[in-house]
DNA sequence: TATACTTATGAACAGATGTTCATATGTTAA
DNA sequence: TTAACATATGAACATCTGTTCATAAGTATA
């Protein structure tokens, strides 16, 4: 049996009422992008750490590459993610950018995480 | 100034204290890459789609790949990556495999991530 | 203005990731 | 057991991603 170009079994086309459902129930593909985009910039530990770091303190750029240990570049790049994702905020204070958690949405979707992971 | 083979700026060596205390209150590093790659496995729209569907029903994996319109092979890859972190359980039903989700852990985390994105 | 300092950015590279294809494994029914 | 069905898996491939390096852009001070 084909359908939309994608051979499936016959036996599971009974379940064409589940099937049916669930496509009905759901959100629309640009919602779903949207939000495994929001949890690919949660992937990675750097990104991670630096949101550990800026729930202590508001934050320079080269303190942050200090206390994880790599060059301010990488730092750099990676806030950039984290603007364009807004979790992070950021307001100029002389020659330095000071860094800090735009909401509490971070502290709540870590939190959330962590309990996950230690169960 | 070099600190840790990491050349930092002198200025901001200021925050020397800020560092301290955000250094030492971070979570062991193998915490913060477990949940980095949690994050990353709701971080693939795929997997976000087939979470999404167990939400409704109890599935077999021929129903999820009619549904996303993807084939079997591609979605029970996925399904491994969401066995492993303890995403979704299963259970044989015949010659069906039939999976869903673990727990309401998938249910808040993308109900938090959604939240985020809406607003 | 000139210099030093802090941050941002583009290109390049290596490693990770998702899908496809072919096929193996496992289950049921004839 | 054999045939048909459902799922799992390994290899290959293209794409994406994070870091590095070099350097540009922006700010403050002499």
Do not use: W
């Not at 750097?46 to 240990?69: F, Q």
């Amino acid at each position: 049996m084909i359908i939309d170009e994608v051979e499936v079994c016959d036996d599971c086309c009974v379940h064409s009422d589940a099937v049916k459902n669930a496509a009905d129930h759901m959100p629309p593909d640009a919602a779903l992008y949207s939000v495994a985009d929001l949890f690919k910039v949660f992937g990675d530990a750097t990104r991670i750490k630096i949101l550990y770091v800026l729930m202590e303190n508001e934050m320079c750029v080269c303190d942050i590459a200090e206390v994880l240990g790599m060059t301010q570049s990488a730092i750099s790049h990676q806030l950039k993610t984290l603007k364009q994702s807004r979790l992070v905020k950021f307001r100029r204070d002389g020659k330095s950018v000071l860094y800090s958690l735009s909401d509490d949405h971070v502290h709540t979707m870590i939190a959330q995480g962590m309990e996950h992971i230690c169960e």
